[in-house]
């Protein structure tokens, strides 16, 4: 099992591109989660999905869409990049017994 | 509202000494909580829980409700305990956790 993971691993953009981050897992998890880490802030819940096809706003949604169009692939959307979403982002997932199992990370740099 | 604080940013101890993390959260349901671990490169993960009551690798963490506290504790620190440190609080529903703003480590050899 790979369990949690995330494409790509790295990457730059400039203000006002658009990129989609991709989290699978092979676990059969119903919940799945995308947050962002930054120094200081801990990490903030962006958006989240209880099971396919279903999408939820977190602490920090703005700017960001997601979708769940299979159960096992989660996918962060940026439309129009800004310098303030630069930032680590993982994705974890559970299957309801609390424990969140987390992907390695992106680490996005917006120029 | 800051659910879930961590007061100490950056803590350096000596290896063989106690180190202590805080915890305080807030929150009016049943709490469930956490502590997450990040090791240098490695992935977020789960350290223990304070519904299994179980020591892992060394550490304890005992949950207070009368002082809304879930402290991280071992008696001697470990080179390899260097690592940032979540303290996570379950909220109710769609098993979601809130987390604190995490604790950064570093063991003195």
């Known amino acids: 099992n790979a369990g949690v993971t995330q494409t790509p691993k790295f990457r730059v953009l400039k203000t006002g591109q658009s990129m989609t981050l991709l989290c699978a897992q092979d676990?059969?998890?119903?919940?799945m989660y995308w947050y962002r880490q930054d120094p200081g802030m801990g990490l903030r819940l962006i958006h989240y999905s209880v099971g396919e096809g279903t999408t939820a706003k977190g602490e920090v949604p703005d700017g960001y869409n997601v979708s769940r169009l299979k159960k096992q692939n989660f996918l962060l959307g940026l439309e129009s990049a800004a310098p303030s979403q630069t930032s680590v982002y993982f994705c974890?997932?559970?299957?309801?017994?609390?424990?969140?199992?987390f992907g390695p990370g992106t680490r996005l740099t917006v120029l | 509202a800051q659910r879930v604080t961590q007061p100490e940013k950056l803590l350096s101890v000596f290896k063989g000494a106690p180190v202590e993390l805080k915890c305080n959260y807030s929150?009016?349901?049943?709490?469930?909580l956490f502590w997450y671990v990040q090791y240098s490169r490695q992935r977020l993960q789960l350290l223990l829980r304070h519904i299994s009551r179980e020591s892992i690798k060394g550490f304890t963490a005992d949950l207070n409700k009368g002082e809304t506290s879930f402290h991280l504790k071992k008696p001697f620190a470990q080179e390899e305990d260097s690592a940032m440190y979540y303290c996570a609080l379950s909220l109710y529903g769609n098993n979601r956790l809130a987390f604190g703003k995490g604790n950064q480590v570093v063991v003195i050899p």
């Open positions: 676990m059969n998890h119903e919940y």
């Open positions: 974890a997932s559970t299957h309801g017994a609390i424990e969140q199992f």
């Open positions: 929150y009016s349901g049943s709490p469930e």
